[in-house]
């Protein structure tokens, strides 16, 4: 039981310290609790995927994958191409005007079009391959296969506690933070690392 425990700490750690980092997911998720648009249902959804992810990259999909230099340059060139796009529209959204940001920002959409939406920054992130694929499958490798499971489930419990804690706290403080100066933080901020990211992800295919 001790060494489930540890494997079940490890993952929540691990999967802890990777997922704070600002990045798609995470801006989309305070962008929706924020206005308060379909907040669960986006947790949800991302905390589903990464769940799937960690699955994937435990059960060693990930490290065969890397194998594949061909494969993964193909989803790296993908990924870029998405978070350059991405970060082009957070960057038009920060220089709009104050009033096309709150406007923006009290936006609600239909909960098919944001579960579309969560599931791109989810799904198209190469992040999300690298962190919860390739790293944390890694990791898993070092726990006996009895204990992986545990590991796994330490991971995706991370996720979890991440989104719904983030989507939901932006919620409740979103009357004292949804101003055009913090929208236009964020935007901008969403923009600056995206386009970053992306592209280092194209330089270095």
Not at 15 to 27: E, F, H, P, T, Y
Not at 87 to 93: C, E, Q, Y
Not at 108 to 115: E, I, K, L, S, Y
């Amino acid at each position: 039981m001790s060494a489930m425990i540890s494997a079940y700490v490890a993952g929540l750690m691990l999967s802890a310290s990777l997922i704070v980092a600002i990045g798609a997911q995470n801006a989309f998720v305070l962008g929706q609790g924020l206005r308060r648009d379909h907040t669960l249902t986006t947790a949800a959804v991302c905390s589903a995927c990464d769940a799937l992810l960690i699955g994937i990259g435990v059960a060693g999909v990930g490290m065969a994958l890397s194998l594949h230099p061909a494969l993964s340059r193909l989803l790296g060139a993908l990924g870029g191409v998405f978070v350059i796009v991405y970060g082009v529209l957070a960057a038009r959204r920060a220089l709009s005007s104050d009033e096309d940001i709150l406007r923006g920002g009290h936006a609600v959409r239909g909960r098919r079009a944001v579960v579309g939406t969560a599931l791109a920054v989810s799904l198209l992130n190469p992040h999300a391959y690298l962190d919860a694929m390739l790293l944390i499958g890694g990791f898993a490798a070092q726990f006996p296969v009895a204990a992986r499971p545990a590991f796994a489930a330490g991971a995706m419990s991370a996720s979890v506690i991440w989104f719904f804690g983030l989507g939901l706290g932006a919620a409740a403080l979103s009357r004292s933070l949804a101003t055009p100066a913090v929208w236009r933080i964020v935007h901008a901020a969403t923009a600056v690392m995206m386009i970053g990211l992306g592209l280092r992800l194209l330089h270095n295919l």
